[in-house]
């Protein structure tokens, strides 16, 4: 994962999250090149599969994505496709914030 510093007074990497006001996510959204995750998508969800999306997806734990749409247009044609969470454990570290991937992917 890239290491992002966005202005003096917000930065953003894998080991530190810190702002001197409150984080701005419409520039962390340019910045890693995501969408924001609205309800259409959370509609989408139940539109394909007739089933209440994820409680994540609901709750709004995400507010981006990158390439969810492409995951649901493939599902809506019936292809077959994989996800990958990008985390592993691959470290003594993984703790309880190692779950919601997991747990979502699920």
Request: glycine fraction near 4%; hydrophobic fraction near 35%; proline fraction near 4%.
């Amino acid at each position: 994962m890239e290491n992002l510093t966005i202005t003096e007074e917000q930065v953003v990497n894998p080991w530190e999250v810190c702002c001197k006001t409150k984080i701005d996510y419409d520039k962390l959204i340019d910045q890693f090149g995501c969408q924001r995750l609205d309800q259409s998508f959370v509609d989408r969800v139940f539109r394909l599969t007739h089933r209440s999306p994820h409680i994540f997806l609901r709750r709004n734990v995400f507010f981006a994505h990158r390439d969810f749409n492409e995951i649901l247009d493939a599902y809506e044609r019936g292809e077959k496709f994989y996800l990958y969470t990008g985390r592993g454990p691959s470290s003594e570290a993984l703790h309880l914030g190692h779950l919601i991937p997991f747990m979502f992917t699920k």
